[in-house]
């Protein structure tokens, strides 16, 4: 069942807005340009920790300057949908650090990954050593980006205005 949207006010809306921008922002400069006094705005943004609706803030690396070049979209089929062979691929490629994301999915695949890795060996390597060894894998197609056009962490907030 989906969640109901977050009860916010405008104040606290640009307050979230703004941290997705730069959490590193100051609190002051932030009450500054959302125009409340410090000790609110710092209320609000510990409201919107509490509450859980800021999970973290993190450090966004540059993958390129890591030496992480390839970006690969990797479908994965499984030969049944049951309750277990579900789980154990979850487990599998949970705590995969080159699996950036992992989603299941309606469609054709059951899965979709997306993968960061130096090379295509080291991609190659994850597919033989741990993909095709996830028990109930019955199919991989892998997508490789060829650029970015597009990247960002910051979710739309416009819905939550109205």
Excluded at 106 to 111: L, N, Q, T, V, W
Aim: net charge negative; charged share 20%.
């Amino acid at each position: 069942m989906p969640q109901k949207p977050a009860d916010l006010d405008a104040s606290s809306l640009r307050i979230l807005e703004r941290l997705q921008q730069d959490s590193e922002v100051s609190v002051a400069d932030l009450a500054e340009e959302i125009g409340l006094s410090t000790s609110p705005c710092w209320r609000r943004i510990n409201d919107l920790k509490a509450s859980g609706i800021i999970r973290r803030c993190v450090a966004v690396a540059d993958p390129m300057a890591l030496g992480l070049a390839v970006n690969v979209f990797v479908h994965v089929s499984l030969e049944k949908q049951t309750q277990a062979a579900l789980k154990a691929f979850d487990d599998a490629v949970r705590n995969r650090p080159e699996v950036m994301e992992c989603y299941l999915m309606s469609g054709e695949a059951d899965y979709m990954l997306r993968v960061v890795v130096e090379d295509l060996a080291q991609y190659q390597q994850l597919v033989l050593n741990h993909l095709t060894r996830i028990p109930g894998v019955a199919n991989i197609r892998s997508s490789f980006a060829l650029g970015q056009v597009k990247y960002t962490t910051a979710l739309p907030l416009g819905h939550l205005y109205r």
